[in-house]
């Protein structure tokens, strides 16, 4: 029932196309830096699947695959994250996932909902994410330091008993904690119950709420339910869908989803 979850990835080749990327890729820190910042810019995050279709994304590889490269869609941290690892691994890298929690804009401990991936180098780790919906690093982040790049600056601490966090300095010179995690290896049967619950519980923010994102080389393009936020670099603009058909058309153009909902 679950050995899909650990299959390989169906066509290598392929996904590095849809990143805009050819092989052989040397396993280093940039080539690490590359796919990262390549599958932000290029695979959505987005929870169509679950908000519009009220279903629960399958995970197994073939699967993934199959909807985000072939069918050109995206996803949530439980799908992109795991194709992510997969890549990694099949690019020579030694990758984990990790559950995490988001802790950003938070003053109490919220429950472990995001998946994350580690990734072990030249005697350093580093955290890497393609899937999370916020601020996220575009640049491996390690464990142990502080990088800055792409106008970023991120770093790794270690809280004591195998917690470690990564946070983020803000435009405005601010520190954010935005993820805390646990190092240890977590098999892919382990997200399921999460992916499930973030997809299906009526409380999750991914039942109510239309989200889709994807970062640019200046800023991001955010949607939000009906409404198209586009960071610029300083500018910020907004365009609200009227209709369906129109959100279609914006998902297709903005997005390159082909998407079409079931009353247009």
């Keep these: 029932m679950y050995e899909a979850l650990y299959a390989p990835i169906p066509d290598v080749n392929a996904y ?3 990143l805009g990327l050819t092989a052989p890729l040397p396993v280093s820190l940039e080539t690490l830096d590359q796919v990262l910042l ?3 810019c290029r695979i959505p995050f987005e929870n169509l699947q679950c908000f519009e279709e009220h279903q629960e994304p399958s995970l197994e590889i073939p699967a993934l695959f199959d909807k985000i490269i072939v069918q050109g869609r995206g996803g949530f941290c439980f799908e992109l994250n795991a194709l992510l690892e997969a890549l ?4 020579g890298f030694d990758a984990w996932s990790v ?3 988001i802790v950003r804009g938070k003053d ?3 429950p472990m909902l995001h998946r994350g991936v580690l990734v072990q180098l030249d005697g350093r780790r580093y955290y890497c994410d393609v899937g999370y919906g916020g ?3 575009s640049f491996a982040v390690p464990l142990d330091g502080r990088r800055e790049k792409n106008g970023e600056v991120f770093w790794g601490e270690s809280l004591g008993n195998g917690w470690y966090a990564v946070s983020r300095l803000t435009s405005q010179d601010v520190t954010e904690r935005v993820f805390e995690f646990l190092d240890q290896r977590q098999p892919a049967s382990y997200f399921v119950p999460y992916s499930f619950y973030c997809a299906r519980h009526p409380d999750s923010l991914f039942a109510q709420h239309r989200i889709i994102n994807l970062r640019t080389k200046t800023g991001s393009l955010a949607l939000t339910d009906d409404t198209l936020t586009e960071r610029d670099g300083d500018a910020v603009t907004e365009v609200r869908a009227d209709n369906k058909q129109a959100l279609s058309d914006l998902l297709l153009r903005r997005f390159g989803i082909h998407y079409t909902f079931e009353s247009v």
């Design 99 to 101: 559950t995490c929690r």
């Design 38 to 40: 390549a599958h932000q």
């Design 135 to 137: 601020p996220q690093p």
């Design 88 to 91: 990694l691994q099949t690019l």
């Design 108 to 110: 109490f401990i919220p």
């Design 16 to 18: 590095l196309d849809r």
